[in-house]
């Protein structure tokens, strides 16, 4: 009963009609009649396949099952506010939801890193494992609290490439003196290896690959990659992604904009974001095998697969530059305690389901 009033206060103070709780129209069941225009902004181009597409998803999804009761109007990067400044935005109230991903908030919440990726960190089925079911998502929020935000996993593009190469990576000398294109935790990890890790937008990656700028980069996999053209600007596309596992994407909400939804659009906004969670997964499956048919068969394009002991060398350091962050931050501490837990129990399954049955596709 004490909810119905508030709700019911809620709309009568925006200036709508609503049931009251001793009204026969407001049984169990019935709807507020409160609507809400809430605005939404992203870190990626506008309708960008996957990762651009998930919000358009959950706002189109949230207004259809809520019979427009909650309307969200999306805004590209650069429409409203800059790519990277998303976090902020929604932190302050100036929009009520934002998507990108949490490891771009590195030096604001450097512990945000684990719910998007870390090197050689968890696959795509194993972070919503750890994420829904194994504590994560309640770290993640009890992380975010303090900025005003409340995240939900929404979306992931699964385990990346390692990325396209002017030259070859045969041994760890090769790593020496390559610039290269890797954000994060992952360009530490290659700087570390004597390269130079550089920090480019999608959309400056082609230039300067071509222009020999850089050596190399990695960018996300044969669907998001081939859409970039980048097969053109150089020529070994190595795998696997150790930089980038299975990167969760994120739908961030402003607490008070949440706080001020009645339970029926809360539960419509958390489906959505769980549908669309698993749908952009979905669409990066189907858009990668046939994009890398395409790149398989293009001549100019040799697949190569990174040198084990490379990989070996590469983990050795992530292991490195990750004891460092949680040396120096308690939050980073108290997340990766989980996270390593998770994926050290996960490991045998992993090994015996997943990758003992791929094993016998060959
Ligand atoms: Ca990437």
Known sequence: MKRRHFVGGLAAAAGVAACSSDSADCGAGAASAERFEWSAVTSWPPRYPGMGMAIYNVAEQVERASAGRLKIKVYAAGELVPAFEVFDAVSRGTVEVGHDASYYHKGKVDAAQFFTAIPFGLNNAEMNGWLYYGGGLELWRELYDPHDLVPFPCGNTGVQMGGWFNREINSVDDLKG?????????????RRAGGTPVTLPGSEIFTSLQTGAIDATEWVGPYNDLAFGLQKAA????????????????????????ASLPDDLKAIVDIACK?????????YTNGNINALEQLANDPSVELRAFPPEVLDYLESIADEVIAELVENDPASAKIYESFKAFKDKSTLNQRISEQAF???RD
């Open 178 to 190: 390559l610039k290269m294109r890797i954000p994060g935790l992952g360009g530490e990890v290659l």
């Open 275 to 283: 549908a669309v969670n698993g749908d952009v997964a979905a669409e």
């Open 235 to 258: 020529r070994y596309y190595y795998y696997p992604g150790w930089q980038e596992p299975g990167p969760t994407l994120e739908c961030v909400i402003n607490k008070d904009a949440w």
């Open 358 to 360: 791929l094993n016998t």
